[in-house]
């Protein structure tokens, strides 16, 4: 290695890290020199000084970034007025002599002000605390060079100490060419220090801005854990004048727009400024809803749930439906009760029903059940009420939230329109929702593949990171059948979301809303507590495909569904779910009524769960398993 490029890299690696470059990897004889002491070359220069000292020499105060640039009025227009508090001292680590310093100069008057690519600082949206990085394209194209990553680093740092949620806005080429690999390597530092500010249980949420490429891209601005953008931002991760450049040709028109990214699940969302600061305020009052002025969560108490009229689409059995509870007082840890036998049982041959001794009439909370399984005729009608298009689904059940933020696809390049992930406050809880979306299915002419299993999967990691309850709501015609589902690992998606939820170290409740047709519904049903609409259903195939397998025809579908065993009361009996919910008449009243349920629920739930996650993955893996519980251990 040349011996002064050896001591430019030293030097990059005492700055960043805080310690010197082995031995081994500076040639001997090697002067010691600092960066604030080099040229372009990496030779030390005659007489530089550092920004702050030359200023000091001024007898003025080193400027910060100033009220003209783009980057400063980008912060101010996106926070409360007057709340803006910048964080940045003087840039660490540039040079004041030669030409790299010329261009910084330039730099600075052609940005407004801006003593580096990057300003960071706090304020507040709609009063809540955010601490924000913002690129500032003006100075050098917005790359990061040393000191730039070097003031990168504080900020994070600074806000994970504060708590804070994190907000960073890149608008960059990328590395800093007149710095090379130093600069190149500081990604990795600002990269580990946001994996720990995410393992602190705080938010990293990111808008790209245009443009955003190269070294930034692929590390700080590419793990928020919500990724917006700004409308027609050049995004990715070779820009267009390199491509052309390195391989002859233009590259194609408009993949690396934002609008496409959005498209295929890249970003969750292009959001103008405006957008921005609305969605950030929604946000923030999910994760951080206790800011000064900040409008209280709606905190209605649930809805008795103790009876269910009959209607034309929401109606419950013949016999009319009274709801019984079991009551075993207040909820230690989740999980399924240890027994949790049947809420109604059936009479002998069939005849009248007894409520059990214990059961209370009307808790919403434990164990609510409709009238006992009635015959074909009744378990068939469950099964056509949830296929009807007029029956209320996620959409409609989300909507009954305080506020809701919706995420899209899997940031890699995936999104399926028929699995929902959203952030979501109910009353006084937030939490992650991750659910089966009968209004997407439709629109796109196919249900969930293996692309929307993996945006689950990414809803249920965001609740681990988050520390928040995960809700599951499960309402599927079944998942996708065709080439490419099998190709993109279906059944493997399948497994991987059963063994996410079963060792998830979070709170978790699982909604079965409608239909609950094979892997795709068992895919989001392990939970610490489940709940079903009156006329929900689950089942390894469709009844007719059941009929198919056992009768070589459709026929006999209603038969199969009683068999099966299929229906929410059922269900109940069987330990799979812990409440049913008597179903109103009406779409509205039934809408109200799930939603109440929900708030009730996620209520209960413990703040924690068990930190073993063998323990937890017995626990839950026991739910509903007759053959699991043959040892007596409940």
Not at 90 to 95: E, H, L, T, V, Y
Not at 114 to 140: C, K, N, P, Q, Y
Not at 508 to 535: C, F, I, W
């Amino acid at each position: 290695m040349d011996r002064a490029l050896a001591r430019f890299v030293a030097e990059a690696v005492r700055v960043r890290h805080g310690h010197e470059l082995p031995d081994s990897l500076v040639p001997a004889g090697t002067a010691p020199c600092r960066l604030a002491h080099l040229d372009t070359r990496g030779f030390p220069a005659a007489r530089v000084r550092r920004v702050d000292e030359v200023h000091h020499a001024r007898g003025r105060e080193p400027a910060v970034t100033t009220s003209s640039s783009a980057a400063a009025r980008f912060a101010r227009g996106l926070l409360d007025a007057d709340s803006w508090t910048d964080w940045d001292g003087p840039p660490r680590g540039n040079p004041t002599a030669g030409p790299y310093a010329d261009a910084l100069a330039r730099a600075r008057e052609r940005s407004g002000g801006a003593d580096e690519s990057v300003l960071t600082g706090e304020g507040r949206v709609d009063g809540h605390r955010i601490a924000l990085v913002v690129g500032e394209f003006d100075f050098l194209a917005g790359s990061i060079g040393v000191a730039a990553a070097d003031r990168l680093l504080r900020a994070v740092r600074r806000a994970t100490a504060e708590r804070l949620p994190l907000l960073a806005c890149p608008a960059t080429g990328g590395t800093r060419m007149q710095e090379g690999t130093p600069a190149f390597v500081g990604m990795v530092p600002i990269v580990s220090a946001l994996a720990a500010h995410k393992a602190a249980g705080l938010p990293y949420l990111v808008h790209l801005r245009h443009p955003c490429t190269g070294g930034v891209l692929a590390s700080w601005g590419s793990v928020g854990q919500i990724t917006t953008a700004e409308p027609g931002a050049l995004v990715g991760f070779l820009g267009p004048r390199v491509y052309e450049a390195l391989y002859g040709r233009e590259f194609p028109e408009g993949v690396q727009r934002a609008e496409n990214l959005e498209r295929l699940g890249v970003v969750d969302a292009v959001l103008t400024p405006d957008a921005l600061r609305a969605r950030l305020r929604d946000t923030l009052r999910i994760l951080a809803p206790s800011a000064p002025g900040a409008p209280a969560a709606d905190a209605r108490p649930p809805q008795p749930t103790a009876s269910a009229p009959s209607g034309p689409h929401f109606a419950a059995s013949d016999a009319g439906s009274d709801a019984v509870a079991a009551d075993p007082g207040p909820r230690a840890e989740p999980g399924p009760r240890a027994e949790p036998g049947p809420a109604v049982a059936p009479g002998p041959g069939g005849g009248p029903q007894t409520e059990p001794e214990g059961h209370a009439v009307g808790s919403p909370l434990n164990g609510s059940v409709t009238s006992p399984p009635g015959g074909v005729e009744d378990v068939w009608r469950s099964v056509t009420l949830t296929r009807s298009e007029q029956r209320p689904g996620l959409r409609e059940v989300s909507a009954t939230a305080d506020v809701v933020v919706r995420l899209s696809g899997t940031q890699g390049g995936e999104r399926d329109e028929a699995l929902t992930v959203a952030l979501a406050r109910f009353g006084e809880v937030a939490c992650v929702l991750v659910g089966h979306d009968r209004a997407g299915a439709r629109a796109q002419g196919e249900d969930v593949g293996p692309g929307g299993l993996r945006a689950a999967q990414r809803g249920m990691r965001l609740a681990a990171e988050l520390g928040l309850p995960l809700v599951t709501v499960i309402d599927t015609a079944g998942a996708q059948l065709s080439r490419e589902a099998e190709e993109g690992a279906l059944a493997g998606e399948i497994a991987r979301c059963l063994q996410e939820l079963t060792t998830l170290p979070v709170p978790t409740l699982s909604l079965l809303l409608g239909q609950g047709t094979g892997g795709a519904a068992l895919a989001l049903l392990p939970a610490d507590r489940v709940v079903a609409a009156e006329h929900a259903w689950l089942a390894p195939l469709p009844p007719e495909g059941a009929s198919v397998i056992l009768h070589r025809a459709t026929e006999r579908a209603a038969e199969l569904a009683v068999a099966q065993r299929i229906a929410a009361p059922e269900l109940l009996r069987d330990g799979t779910v812990d409440l049913v919910v008597p179903e109103p008449d009406t779409a509205t009243a039934f809408v109200r009524r799930i939603g109440d349920a929900l708030r009730a629920e996620l209520a209960a739930l413990p703040p924690h769960v068990d930190a073993d996650r063998a323990r937890l993955a017995q626990r839950r893996g026991r739910r509903g398993a007759a053959f699991a519980r043959l040892d007596g251990e409940g």
